[in-house]
């Protein structure tokens, strides 16, 4: 079964940048990858942020991202996928997932998830 591993979450003020990277344990093939983000709270739904798709390399932004976020895969390994935030913001504060194979911001829709690293933005 495919397993995802993410990287890069961390403390930082408002207006700094972290990179997120996510990629297969085994380097298997996924045909899309995407990030999602779960505010702390109980009862907060994952969001959906940024979506790629591997053969074409297109990317979808959520609204709440758009211009502030970039979502890569490593050109010589496409295995390699990133999210560049930069801006952030307070409200950027999650836990970030990456997820694969899905075609759409609805998390139901993903089989296959990584464990989550955590993103901190303070004011």
């Known amino acids: 079964q495919v397993q995802l591993v993410e990287f890069g979450g961390g403390s930082v003020q408002a207006g700094g940048s972290l990179r997120l990277s996510c990629s297969t344990t085994?380097?298997?093939?996924?045909?899309?990858r995407a990030w999602f983000r779960q505010a702390p709270g109980t009862g907060s739904e994952r969001e959906g942020v940024?979506?790629?798709?591997?053969?074409?390399?297109?990317?979808?932004y959520a609204d709440s991202v758009k211009g502030r976020f970039t979502i890569s895969q490593d050109n010589a390994n496409k295995d390699m996928v990133y999210l560049q935030m930069n801006s952030l913001k307070p409200d950027d504060t999650a836990i970030y997932y990456c997820?694969?194979?899905?075609?759409?911001?609805?998390?139901?829709?993903?089989?296959?998830w990584g464990q989550g690293t955590q993103v901190t933005v303070s004011s």
């Open positions: 940024a979506r790629i798709y591997r053969d074409n390399g297109a990317t979808f």
């Open positions: 085994d380097n298997t093939y996924t045909y899309s």
């Open positions: 997820a694969a194979d899905g075609n759409s911001w609805r998390p139901q829709d993903y089989p296959v």
